[in-house]
């Protein structure tokens, strides 16, 4: 199994920055793609941005210029650092793992969710 701690979620002003990381940790022979996703109230879950095991990342059109992807690999921890935040960013974040078992077998984890809460 793996575990995933997220933090850094909380309340900023628009135009403020936060920085999340996401931590994971269990049995785990390699990982793939590490991302974070946002869902707001109502709304679908949705891609932020995500980095390979190459560190190749993808970003949402909304967040292009704004936030940027990393990630440790020695430290399996991939991390966002999000400026010039807008309310409309205001979600919950998940840190989501595509990650290979000591078995082989291919696998895709969540984290807990970390609350963004943006005040204009």
């Known amino acids: 199994q793996v575990h995933l701690v997220e933090s850094g979620g909380g309340l900023v002003q628009a135009g403020g920055s936060l920085r999340l990381s996401c931590a994971a940790s269990?049995?785990?022979?390699?990982?793939?793609?590490m991302g974070w996703y946002r869902q707001a109230p109502g709304k679908q879950r949705e891609l932020v941005a995500v980095v390979s095991s190459g560190g190749t990342t993808t970003y949402a059109d909304s967040v292009k210029g704004r936030f940027t992807i990393s990630r440790d690999n020695a430290k399996n921890t991939v991390y966002l650092q999000m400026n010039s935040l807008k309310p409309e960013d205001t979600a919950l974040y998940y840190c989501?793992?595509?990650?290979?078992?000591?078995?082989?077998?291919?696998?895709?984890?969540w984290g807990q969710g970390t609350q963004v809460t943006v005040a204009s």
């Open positions: 269990g049995s785990i022979f390699s990982i793939n793609a």
């Open positions: 989501n793992l595509d990650w290979i078992r000591p078995s082989g077998v291919r696998s895709y984890s």
